[in-house]
């Protein structure tokens, strides 16, 4: 008992800040840690081993993890610490293994992954894309090694009877897929990645030398945003992306990532290769960019490094709206961010709850059918509905609609023989020999226009 807590304490130091050859202390936490982070390195240490642990400090436990004795890792991970989870993940010593998501913890999982590394790496992902329980969609990923391509297959379940269907079929460079598809991101990526450099837990940032490290100022300018990326950023992922929070944890826990500041693409600032747990960072940009910038591309490319790659066939990201854009963004600082509620509503995808707080707005649109009470008169006794309505609908700031009911508003247009008189106009409606006062547009920006959680 006493022999493993003495082993774990020392495991919690050295996993803290150490430039060992800088004459500096390796067991004193580096300033620039804050204490909740330590907190949260110790955490994931002890996780490495097999516990429960409270990754936040809220005093609830959020995430256990076993180890086998073959050195399978399991991980559950409850990311509202209401005991039940949301997250899951077995992965074996071999590098392949699994991983399940339950979102609304309905026990129906929206998300499953497998991967294998031999013979070659190969990861198959079900997703329910549209949240109605049925996972529809079917992405293999195959990796080439010797070619250095990734050959991406995806598929769809129209009828949910079980067959599949081609969507896109696209052979690229594996470096495309995660960053850049301008230049090789990885030439002149350091070979040697020994000290002076920062440790922490399983991140390691080489610096002074040159051959491709980063310098010492730019190795802890990286450090902060690690820190800003995951602490509150891996926070901010768990409330509005679990599968993302989920998959980084368990990341964390089981990879290493030597991270080089090689990258000269002209407009890429950070590129990715999970695989071998390499991470290419542009130090032009370290240059002009300011902290918020830099960390959500720290929190952008550790997104990649637990695997999630940009789906759309150039990889580019949908011109950077994808989710994993749109989290790095919101949940790596909110700053530098003309569109926060937008990237919020994006990055929270189906969790209703999260996008919920994102904010919502009112939009006046022509609805379905009008309300059935007779508001548009012609001659004597035709008193009709009107053809066509206008209705208060309340969306989400991604324009995706809300559950709530729209609600009538006004007639946009009446009936051809009972146009005389229109009881209830809409600003747009054509005037009639009656002279009614329109309803007042209803548009609102509403709580859309104000900043949402993590901006505040
Ligand atoms: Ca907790
Ligand atoms: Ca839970
Ligand atoms: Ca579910
Ligand atoms: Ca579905
Ligand atoms: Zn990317």
């Not at 768990?238 to 990341?251: C, D, N, V, W, Y």
Request: proline share 6%; net charge negative.
């Amino acid at each position: 008992m006493n022999g493993s807590l003495t082993v774990y304490l020392t495991l919690a130091l050295v996993l803290l800040v150490c430039s060992c050859q800088h004459g500096e202390d390796p067991t004193t936490a580096s300033p620039e840690i804050p204490p909740e982070f330590s907190h949260f390195l110790e955490s994931i240490a002890r996780l490495q081993h097999g516990a429960s642990v409270d990754l936040d400090g809220d005093g609830k436990l959020d995430a256990s993890s076993t180890v086998d004795a073959d050195g399978t890792f399991h991980l559950l991970f409850d990311a509202d610490g209401d005991g039940t989870p949301e997250y899951g993940s077995d992965e074996r010593p071999d590098g392949s293994g699994s991983s399940w998501t339950d979102r609304d913890q309905d026990h129906v999982r929206e998300w499953e992954e497998s991967h294998v590394v031999a013979p070659s790496p190969v990861e198959i992902t079900f997703e329910d894309e549209d949240g109605d329980g049925r996972k529809e969609t079917r992405v293999t990923e195959a990796f080439d090694e010797a070619r250095g391509t990734l050959h991406v297959v995806v598929e769809r379940d129209a009828t949910g009877g079980g067959s599949f269907s081609v969507v896109s079929d696209t052979l690229t460079s594996d470096e495309q897929r995660q960053g850049s598809d301008k230049c090789a991101g990885f030439a002149g990526f350091p070979t040697n990645v020994g000290d002076p450099a920062i440790h922490v837990a399983g991140v390691s940032i080489p610096f002074d030398g040159g051959g491709g490290r980063c310098t010492e100022k730019a190795a802890k300018r990286l450090l902060r945003a690690l820190v800003c990326a995951l602490f509150p950023g891996e926070d901010c992922l768990r409330h509005m992306q679990s599968p993302f929070a989920g998959e980084i944890l368990k990341t964390f826990a089981t990879k290493k990532v030597t991270i080089g500041c090689s990258l000269d693409c002209v407009d890429t600032r950070g590129v990715m290769r999970a695989r071998t747990g390499q991470m290419n960072i542009n130090a032009g940009y370290l240059l002009i960019d300011d902290d918020g910038e830099v960390c959500q591309t720290m929190l952008h490319e550790l997104i990649h490094w637990a695997g999630a790659r940009h789906k759309d066939a150039e990889g580019a990201g949908d011109d950077e709206t994808d989710r994993i854009y749109a989290c790095a963004r919101y949940c790596g600082g909110c700053r530098d961010d003309a569109t926060p509620n937008l990237d919020c509503a994006r990055c929270a995808g189906l969790n209703a709850l999260a996008k919920e707080e994102c904010g919502t707005k009112t939009e006046q649109e022509v609805g379905m059918s009008c309300p059935s009470y007779a508001l548009c008169h012609g001659g004597i006794f035709t008193n009709r509905p009107g053809e066509t309505c206008e209705f208060a609908v309340t969306k989400y700031c991604d324009d995706s609609d809300t559950a709530e009911v729209p609600e009538f508003v006004c007639v946009k247009d009446c009936p051809s023989d009972a146009q005389r008189c229109n009881d209830m106009p809409c600003e747009s409606s054509p005037p009639t020999s009656c002279t009614k006062p329109p309803a007042a547009d209803r548009t609102d920006l509403g709580s859309c226009g104000m900043p949402p959680p993590a901006c505040r």
